[in-house]
């Protein structure tokens, strides 16, 4: 499933990004970050990074309709990245990123 995106309504709220974020995660390499976002139906969504997949850019891995599930998503993000999976699926636009293995 594809997420409808606005880009207008993303501008909007390009510089309010510590109102809306629910949890962030920095360290080393890994990226974990869940936020109400505006631009879908659906108001929050987490997102990773880490170089071992898509180049190390945002790939948006799970949405929820309210914010208990945001919270607790959040942290179920976090534990599966420190665990390197073998691959993640971007609910944003339906692809899957195989990890890339360092030499």
């Given at each position: ?7 207008t309504e993303t501008f909007k709220h390009v510089d ?5 974020c629910v949890g962030r995660y920095k360290k080393g390499d890994l990226f974990v970050s ?70």
């Amino acid at each position: 499933m594809t997420i409808p995106f606005n880009l207008t309504e993303t501008f909007k709220h390009v510089d309010d990004y510590e109102e809306r974020c629910v949890g962030r995660y920095k360290k080393g390499d890994l990226f974990v970050s869940t936020v109400r976002v505006y631009d879908t139906d659906i108001p929050y969504e987490t997102a990773v990074a880490h170089p071992d997949y898509n180049g190390g850019e945002i790939i948006v891995v799970e949405t929820y309709h309210d914010l208990p599930a945001a919270q607790k998503g959040y942290k179920k993000w976090i534990l599966r990245m420190k665990q390197k999976p073998t691959k993640l699926f971007s609910v944003q636009n339906d692809e899957t990123y195989i990890k890339k293995e360092r030499v």
